[in-house]
């Protein structure tokens, strides 16, 4: 394992980590003591119209995956309408590779809560909602268990610290689906009907929890705002670039010697990740890499330094998504990972649309095929068409986001493919693989 260079530790901008490492970081107390609350005393004397004026000054973008400016979301909201309005912290996290949000909930719950406070404030929210990922019992419990520690403190409930705000806060455990992670989706699934996205418009910001307008806010969006309060939109913006201002919480798994979560301003290169990571696991070397989860375009060791910026990552032919890095090595085949990612969007396409239902299914039919050494040359052209025919016109982005390793394999590694159908690569699945079931 490398040790990191202090240019490269310098690089580390821990905001949102910050208590992660304090004893008993997720009790009230620890968060007290190291700041907690002391934002939403400040917001709570300014008018709501301020707060989201700050934000919007912040350049804050979502991150969630598509980074739109959180100030501008909240401005949509109707006021003066006579509605209920809602806010919707979307915990689902099920985009794979990504892990932030659930560490973040699991060490510092009480910044998200300080946030939903804080957020349901400036948007004239009386009800918020946590939707968060079934599985993660162990956040949950740290989550519910922080929303009852802020109800008995006064943060939560009628009358928040005399100021005639009340809230209220549900946390809501789904039951586990990649595609109760998109907005419109979580929101049919928080209203108890079957996940699946809604025809857009309306946008929730006018019709969207039951009917109402609702902001749909990602976990690490909500906890950078306390510390926005804080520090200052001027503050928030010493860090990142100029279009992507802020801290961010890259993790890094794969072949590396540390994989974990590193906070860093937005624009760090994975070169730079990588140093802090300890570098590659002894006898590997960078191949292929994410830049943020399995929905957005593979990227190479040519791509070392590219700015993990919003618009460098796109000007590089990729998304910056949830800036999850899956750092995968010489000695991994790019050919069987996006077989196995189709695998993942193929079960968890929900079915609703054609292009991604039936495309995903023949895709990964035809993965088989190659991978069991039986496939042909059109295969890679069936593979582009079927990709073209996904793409753009998916009625969700789970449809559009299947299709980025298979486009981006084959623009990097179409050799990989060649050598299987060419029979220089030995198969990877068996006969009986090939027909698989479901
Ligand atoms: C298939 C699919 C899954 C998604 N999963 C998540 C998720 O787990 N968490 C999340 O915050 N956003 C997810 N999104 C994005 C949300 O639809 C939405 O853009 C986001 O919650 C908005 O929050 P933000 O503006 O704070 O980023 C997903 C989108 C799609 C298409
Ligand atoms: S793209 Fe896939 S997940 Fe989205 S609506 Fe269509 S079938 Fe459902």
Not at 29 to 45: I, M, S
Not at 343 to 359: A, I, M, N, Q, V
Request: charged share 20%; net charge neutral.
């Amino acid at each position: 394992m490398t040790t990191p260079r202090l240019e490269t530790l310098a690089k580390l901008t821990p905001v949102l980590t910050k208590r992660w490492l304090s004893p008993d970081a997720w009790r009230i107390g620890t968060y007290e003591k190291l700041d907690g609350y002391a934002a939403l005393r400040k917001a709570l004397k300014a008018h709501p119209d301020d707060l989201i004026q700050l934000v919007k000054d912040s350049g804050l973008r979502g991150r969630g995956g598509a980074g739109f400016p959180t100030g501008l979301k909240w401005g949509f909201i109707p006021q003066g309408d006579g509605k209920p309005h809602y806010l919707v912290v979307n915990a689902d996290e099920g985009e794979p590779g990504t892990c932030k949000d659930l560490p973040l909930m699991t060490h510092d719950p009480h910044s998200l809560v300080e946030g939903v406070i804080i957020a349901s404030y400036a948007i004239r929210a009386n009800r918020a909602y946590i939707y968060i990922r079934g599985e993660a019992v162990h956040a949950a419990r740290r989550l519910r268990n922080a929303v009852r520690e802020a109800y008995a403190k006064g943060y939560l409930g009628r009358n928040i610290l005399g100021s005639g705000f009340d809230l209220e806060l549900v946390v809501h455990s789904g039951a586990g689906a990649y595609i109760c992670g998109e907005e419109t989706a979580l929101l049919d699934s928080l209203e108890g009907f079957r996940g699946q996205p809604r025809l857009r418009p309306p946008f929730p910001a006018t019709h969207g929890l039951y009917a109402s307008p609702t902001v749909v806010n990602n976990v690490g969006t909500i906890a950078s705002v306390p510390y926005i309060v804080l520090g200052g939109a001027a503050w928030w913006k010493t860090m990142g670039t100029e279009k992507s201002s802020g801290p961010m919480i890259y993790s890094l798994s794969g072949r590396v010697a540390n994989p974990g979560q590193f906070e860093c301003s937005l624009g760090v290169t994975l070169r730079e990740l990588l140093e802090l990571a300890g570098g590659m696991q002894p006898g590997h070397n960078l191949r292929f890499w994410t830049p943020g989860g399995s929905s957005t375009p593979l990227l190479t060791a040519e791509h070392l330094d590219v700015p993990l910026d919003f618009e460098s990552v796109a000007a590089a032919g990729s998304i910056l998504g949830t800036t999850a890095t899956q750092i995968f090595s010489d000695q991994d085949c790019p050919v069987y990972a996006t077989y196995r990612w189709l695998e993942f969007y193929h079960h968890e396409s929900c079915g609703k649309c054609t292009p991604c239902r039936e495309g995903n299914y023949w895709m990964v039919r035809v993965y088989r095929r190659i991978l069991s050494g039986q496939g042909t040359h059109e295969d890679l052209d069936t593979l582009l068409d079927t990709c073209d025919n996904i793409l753009g016109r998916s009625f969700c982005g789970l449809g559009d986001g299947a299709t980025s390793s298979v486009t981006s394999s084959l623009q990097y590694f179409k050799q990989d493919y060649l050598d299987y159908i060419e029979g220089r690569t030995a198969p990877k699945l068996s006969d009986k693989q090939l027909v698989g079931a479901h």
